[in-house]
């Protein structure tokens, strides 16, 4: 089955991509999709003012309910479950989880201080989440599992660096199996 990562769980997540992921659910349900063809979300957070929110997800299975508000004042109530797998701020897991096969998006909302920008709009690299998220990946190398990174920058990197990592272990494998054969 496909998974979508999504890293940044907030209140801007939960309120729209969330629910287009459960839209598309009720349609794959409605159609009879099998259900190793249907789109699965992770929702993760690097974040420590997130993990409140994650634990509480965590304790009702990824499920909420979002409440909106028309114009006319009308509220409305729709039960979200799209979020079938949730890590919070485990780094170790989130990299495994982003190095799978059946990831195919990794996507991420950030708040406008989690872009780091300087005044001329570009990535401010002296910044001290920037600079720690530079120091763990030269010291620590790519993907490695004990590299907590702060910025969403340094999470895709590692997340990134453990999925080629992956796959050139799969090759290497693969190449040795065929030796082996021949």
């Known amino acids: ?3 979508v ?6 209140g801007f997540h939960r309120a729209h991509q969330a629910v287009y992921m459960q839209r598309l659910h009720d ?6 999709t099998p259900e190793e063809q249907r789109w699965k979300l992770c929702g993760s957070t690097i974040r ?5 929110t994650m634990v509480d997800l965590q304790v009702m299975g990824g499920a909420y309910t979002l409440e909106t508000i028309s114009p006319q004042g009308e509220y409305n109530y729709q039960r979200i479950y799209a979020l079938s797998t949730l890590i919070n701020r485990e780094y170790e897991e989130l990299m495994h989880f982003g190095a799978r096969r059946d ?12 872009y780091y920008q ?9 910044h001290p989440d920037v600079e720690h998220d530079l120091a763990q990946a030269q010291t620590l190398g790519p993907g490695h599992p004990a590299c907590p990174m702060l910025t969403v920058y340094g999470a895709v990197y590692m ?5 080629i990592r992956k796959l050139k272990e799969e090759e290497d494998k693969a190449a040795q199996q065929q030796q082996q054969q021949q």
Do not use: K, W, Y
Request: overall charge negative; proline content about 2%.
């Open 1 to 3: 089955m496909p998974f």
């Open 5 to 10: 990562l999504h890293i940044g769980v907030g």
């Open 27 to 32: 349609l794959e349900q409605e159609e009879n």
């Open 48 to 52: 420590d003012h997130l993990h409140a």
């Open 103 to 114: 990831v195919r998006i990794i996507s991420c909302t950030v708040t406008e201080a989690g």
């Open 118 to 126: 300087d005044d001329q709009g570009r990535l401010n690299t002296a």
């Open 159 to 163: 997340i990134l660096a453990a999925r």
